[in-house]
């Protein structure tokens, strides 16, 4: 499966220009380190939106899933490096946790191709939906499965102001 994934597609472009967005990055790493949630999926959710599509629960599930093994194996634990190589001899291994940085971005592409070939086996509860209701719908559907009540309103509106 991994040999065929597209690594430069429309969801890591749209990651790319929405993350980069006011606030965005903030706000995600903010949930992410609150509540757990994965900002890959979070993003995932908001695009699948901008194509008017509407995610189910089950949807949201199953693209945990697809990617689980990924995040936990590879992701998280390149993350967990890079993080407590911050506090470690700050200066003398900047250069290594720069190196440990751009792993853990390629490693999250991978995840986010993964994604992107995944989307195509879903076709949502509202399939050609309102956009700007599909992505407030996903990224709420996708935050009521951790077990704090969150939102994401500035993702929500950087992203809707990609829709004209």
Not at 138 to 153: C, E, F, G, I, M
Request: one cysteine or more.
């Amino acid at each position: 499966m991994h040999g065929s994934l597209e690594l430069d597609n429309a969801f890591w472009q749209f990651s790319l220009s929405i993350y980069g967005q006011v606030d965005v990055a903030e706000e995600c790493l903010a949930l992410q380190e609150a509540i757990g949630i994965d900002v890959n999926l979070l993003l995932f959710c908001a695009w699948l939106g901008t194509q008017g599509v509407i995610l189910s629960r089950d949807d949201i599930a199953a693209s945990v899933e697809t990617i689980e093994a990924w995040s936990e194996n590879v992701v998280r634990p390149l993350r967990g490096v890079r993080q407590r190589m911050k506090g470690l001899y700050r200066n003398e291994f900047a250069d290594l946790r720069e190196r440990v940085k751009a792993l853990e971005l390629e490693a999250e592409q991978v995840e986010q191709a993964i994604l992107f070939a995944h989307a195509k086996k879903i076709h949502g509860a509202g399939a050609g939906a309102d956009r700007r209701k599909a992505i407030g719908q996903n990224v709420d559907q996708y935050l009521k499965t951790v077990s704090v009540p969150a939102s994401a309103p500035r993702l929500i509106a950087a992203v809707e102001s990609t829709i004209s």
